[in-house]
């Protein structure tokens, strides 16, 4: 299994970024994937997943301004992140598990700040 992460960066608050997580190595389509994201010397936080069949889910703190979404034709999962906040900054990582494996993305810095 391999996770490759892209996008993320530094941006002003109330921007918009998109990262994406581009996989390997498992039936990306049947798969369920996940956004977390980590603050040093912070808990990791779930931030958001998405399932095979499409259904999404989010942590109350991104609820109407993240957008998780797959694309099965490339093997490829977004998140998209608008409306950026200072609080938003972290580093984020995108995450495959199932019951013989746990991986994840090498992860990608997002960092707000005006």
């Known amino acids: 299994v391999q996770l490759v992460q892209s996008g993320g960066g530094l941006v002003q608050p109330g921007s918009s970024l998109r990262l994406s997580c581009a996989a390997s190595?498992?039936?990306?389509?049947?798969?369920?994937m996940t956004w977390a994201r980590q603050v040093p010397g912070k808990r990791l936080e779930w931030v958001s997943s998405?399932?095979?069949?499409?259904?999404?889910y989010y942590t109350d703190s991104v609820k109407g301004r993240f957008t998780i979404s797959r694309g099965n034709a490339e093997n490829t999962m977004y998140l998209q992140m608008n409306s950026l906040k200072p609080e938003d900054a972290a580093v984020y990582y995108c995450?495959?598990?199932?019951?013989?494996?746990?991986?994840w993305g090498q992860g990608t810095q997002v960092t707000v700040s005006s």
């Open positions: 998405i399932y095979s069949d499409g259904s999404t």
């Open positions: 190595g498992f039936t990306f389509s049947s798969s369920a």
């Open positions: 995450n495959f598990r199932s019951p013989r494996d746990n991986s």
